[in-house]
């Protein structure tokens, strides 16, 4: 057990480790279509280079999750780095040593990536255990975490350009490589999680009957099917617009990239700013009415365009779109956390991802192709119908209402954690857990109640 003063070192350390491992990715992701140009590459070498970064994110999710849980959050969080570094590092230094083909490229560009979102679900995982230690709102980590994402998102991108600029890509990504490295020294030295998070890969299954028992908690649970459902519709519509229509936009309507740049830096500026600030008020207010209004808000992102503002109309929209999003991320994180039983977290939010992310890769190209068919006023009309459509559904009522905390915030302003179990869990619900505290599908009677809810 740490103290509250460890557990906030612990938290701080986290965040910090997670901010350089995330820099190191969005330096990754610009460095390497300007590898692939150095290297005599063309648009379609460029094209094929950017899925293989992109691809395992969709893939690592789901499948690395398991690992997660199996061998420990602190751990797969250190090794996702290390592996992560190692195999970039491999690009420059083979590069010089003996050239690397395209297809070698290929591999290690998706291998590196491959790991990166399991790392990142382990530290996500870590948060519930070290905010109740630390007395901490879980509201107010997961905004942290979601800040320290954005934060890396807006840095990453300039510093990449810098290093490309100036030392060239393929030093560009020793640096990066040198970034994982901090990040898994960070972790591994400074992060000390709760007892039951540094076991939580004690697991009898079989890795398939692991991946199971996590689809199977999802497809049971009536609020995180709608979620997921909701988040993929979303997503898939922010990639078009982020990817597609406004360059689009800007180079039809706007002043160009500049206009573009200033109107998406203004949007992750507001959005790292909704979430810090939401992040230190979340636990005081209810969630789904703050969540639908959020989110009814960023769908504003579509509308302007489709009003056809011009740049300084468009720059508030987008800072109020942004101040918006980012708070949705620490109720839809919190949520999670809080209803998905410990030793499932890391496969449950693997496969969460992965359903989330599902829709980004098409999302760019239905864009395209809406706005060469139809137009882009029409297409971002559409987008804008859509997304509030979506976003109002869960004023319905349903399982929506299983949103909000039944017994209370996460943690109270006296630092106290409530000992409830969530009340959709029901296949996992204490009568079907083993004296081992392994899960069985199966009720057992003659369970004792007071063994099954150690876990919770």
Not at 102 to 121: H, R
Not at 167 to 191: E, K, Q, R, W, Y
Request: glycine share 12%.
């Amino acid at each position: 057990m740490n103290t509250p003063g460890r557990a906030r070192l612990s938290l701080t350390a986290l965040l910090a480790a997670h901010t350089v491992s995330r820099t190191g990715n969005v330096v990754t992701l610009f460095a390497i279509p300007f590898l692939v140009l150095e290297t005599g590459g063309g648009p379609v070498q460029v094209g094929i280079a950017a899925a293989a970064a992109t691809a395992p994110v969709v893939l690592g999710a789901p499948l690395g999750g398991v690992l997660v849980d199996r061998i420990g959050y602190l751990r797969s969080s250190v090794s996702s780095d290390v592996v992560s570094g190692a195999t970039i590092a491999l690009v420059p230094v083979l590069a010089a040593l003996t050239g690397l083909p395209f297809p070698a490229l290929l591999a290690l560009v998706f291998l590196g990536g491959l790991l990166d979102t399991p790392g990142e679900t382990a530290r996500r995982v870590l948060l519930p255990d070290l905010s109740t230690e630390a007395r901490i709102p879980l509201e107010r980590s997961v905004g942290f975490l979601d800040g320290a994402t954005r934060t890396a998102t807006l840095t990453g991108a300039p510093l990449a350009a810098l290093l490309v600029a100036s030392l060239g890509a393929f030093p560009a990504l020793l640096v990066t490589a040198a970034a994982f490295a901090l990040s898994a020294i960070i972790t591994g030295l400074l992060v000390r999680p709760p007892a039951p998070t540094a076991d939580a890969g004690a697991d009898a299954g079989s890795y398939w009957t692991d991946l199971r028992d996590g689809l199977c908690f999802v497809r049971d649970d009536r609020l995180l099917r709608p979620l997921i459902v909701l988040v993929l519709v979303t997503n898939t519509l922010d990639a078009a617009r982020g990817g597609t229509l406004l360059p689009l936009y800007a180079s039809q309507e706007l002043a160009g990239p500049a206009s573009l740049g200033i109107i998406a830096g203004a949007f992750g500026g507001a959005a790292l700013l909704g979430s810090v600030v939401f992040g230190f008020i979340a636990h005081r207010l209810p969630r789904r009415v703050p969540f639908v209004m959020c989110y009814t808000l960023v769908a504003g992102s579509s509308l302007g365009p489709a009003l056809g503002l011009d740049t300084p109309w468009l720059l508030g929209v987008f800072i109020l779109s942004g101040l918006a999003a980012g708070a949705i991320n620490p109720i839809i994180g919190a949520v999670e956390l809080e209803r998905i039983p410990p030793h499932l977290r890391a496969r449950v939010l693997g496969l969460i991802t992965a359903g989330a992310w599902a829709g980004m890769p098409l999302g760019g190209l239905l864009g395209g192709f809406a706005a060469n068919s139809f137009g882009l006023t029409a297409t971002f009309t559409a987008a804008f119908v859509i997304y509030i459509t979506a976003t109002l559904t869960p004023l319905r009522g349903g399982p929506w209402k299983l949103m909000e905390r039944t017994g209370g915030p996460a943690i109270d302003d006296h630092g106290k954690a409530p000992d409830w179990i969530s009340r959709s869990c029901r296949r996992f619900s204490p009568d079907r857990w083993r004296p081992d505290h392994s899960w069985s599908p199966r009720s057992i009677p003659d369970l004792p109640k007071e063994a099954a809810t150690r876990w919770w």
